[in-house]
C-alpha cells in the first residue's frame, strides 16, 4: 500500500505530524509511529491498549475492521538486514479511542485527548452535513420517483388508493423481508402520523429509490396489465433489490434505525435558500 507522512510545520500537533495519507486520499496512522508519540518505549504494552480500543470500537457498535487494520511491514536492522513487524493503521476514530485508553499519567496522552476529542467531533460534524444533504437528495428524487410509479401502476391497472396502497405493500414486503408500510412503522417504533419515508438515513432511502425506479421501469418495459400483474412485479423488484443488499453484506433496511424528521432538515434548507 503506497502511502505517505503527511508534510507539516512545527506548529501543529504531534499527531499531525504523523498522519499519513494512501493514494485514495484517505488519512491514517501507523500504531507505530502513535506509539513512539505517545511514549510507549515497550510497543508489547501499546499492544495492550490498542486492543481495549478495538473492545471499545466493537462496544460502540462500529465496525472494527474500518478503523483499525492489520498489516506487516519490513524494517531495516543493519547490515542489510530485515525483519517483518506488525503495524496497526489506525483511522482518526481508532486513534480517539486508543488515548481514551491509554497511561493518563503521561501528559502527552492527556494531549492527545483532548486533541481527537475535538478532531473527532469536527469529523462526526461533517460527516452528518454530507448525510443530511444525501437525505434531502434521496428524499426529494424518491417522492418524484413516486409519483412516476404511481402513474405506470394507474396505466396496469391499479386505479383505486386501496389497491395502490395494497401495491405498495407488496414493493415494502419484498424489500423488508415481508413487512407491510404498517409492519415497518411499528418495527421502527415511529409514533403514530409519523411517515417512514421522513425518517429514513440515506443508504435506506437509496434502498427505496432503486426499487421504486426499477418497478416502474419492469411495469412499462414488460407492459405489465392487471392489478395482481401489477403487485407480483413490485415484490419482485423488492425482494431482488434485498437479495443485492444481502449479497454486498449490506444491513437489511428493517434493521437500520429511524432517524429523526427529514421535514426539520426541509425547514432549514428551505430558510436557508430564502
Given at each position: ?106 501528559e502527552i496522552v492527556a494531549l492527545g485527548q483532548s486533541y481527537f476529542a475535538v478532531q473527532t467531533r469536527r469529523q462526526e460534524l461533517g ?148
Amino acid at each position: 500500500m503506497s502511502q505517505k507522512i503527511q508534510k507539516n510545520d512545527g506548529h501543529v500537533s504531534p499527531f499531525e505530524r504523523i498522519k499519513r495519507v494512501n493514494d485514495a486520499g484517505n488519512e491514517f496512522w501507523s500504531s507505530r509511529d502513535f506509539a513512539g508519540v505517545l511514549d510507549y518505549t515497550d510497543y508489547r504494552n501499546f499492544e495492550q491498549v490498542i486492543g481495549k480500543a478495538r473492545m471499545a470500537c466493537f462496544n460502540s457498535g462500529q465496525r472494527v475492521e474500518d478503523h483499525f487494520v492489520d498489516i506487516t511491514e519490513m524494517i531495516e536492522i543493519g547490515k542489510g538486514g530485515q525483519r517483518k513487524i506488525s503495524v496497526t493503521l489506525l483511522s482518526r476514530y481508532a486513534c480517539y479511542l486508543v488515548v481514551q485508553n491509554a497511561d493518563p499519567a503521561k501528559e502527552i496522552v492527556a494531549l492527545g485527548q483532548s486533541y481527537f476529542a475535538v478532531q473527532t467531533r469536527r469529523q462526526e460534524l461533517g460527516d452528518q452535513a454530507i448525510e443530511n444533504e444525501r437525505r434531502l437528495l434521496l428524499r426529494g428524487e424518491l417522492r418524484r420517483h413516486n409519483v412516476q410509479l404511481a402513474d405506470a401502476a394507474k396505466d396496469a391497472g391499479v386505479i383505486q388508493p386501496v389497491d395502490y396502497a395494497i401495491f405498495q405493500n407488496h414493493g415494502y414486503m419484498g424489500l423488508y423481508g415481508g413487512l407491510t408500510a404498517e409492519g415497518i412503522h411499528q418495527h421502527k417504533g415511529l409514533k403514530k402520523g409519523q411517515q417512514i419515508l421522513d425518517h429514513m438515513g440515506s443508504t435506506e432511502l437509496a434502498a427505496n429509490l432503486f426499487r421504486a425506479t426499477q418497478t416502474e421501469e419492469k411495469i412499462r418495459r414488460e407492459n405489465i396489465k392487471g392489478k395482481d400483474q401489477a403487485n407480483r412485479a413490485h415484490h419482485e423488484v423488492g425482494v431482488k433489490v434485498r437479495k443485492t443488499i444481502k449479497e454486498l453484506g449490506g444491513t437489511m433496511p428493517e434493521s437500520i434505525p429511524a432517524v429523526s424528521s427529514i421535514k426539520r432538515l426541509e425547514a432549514r434548507e428551505k430558510k436557508r435558500l430564502k
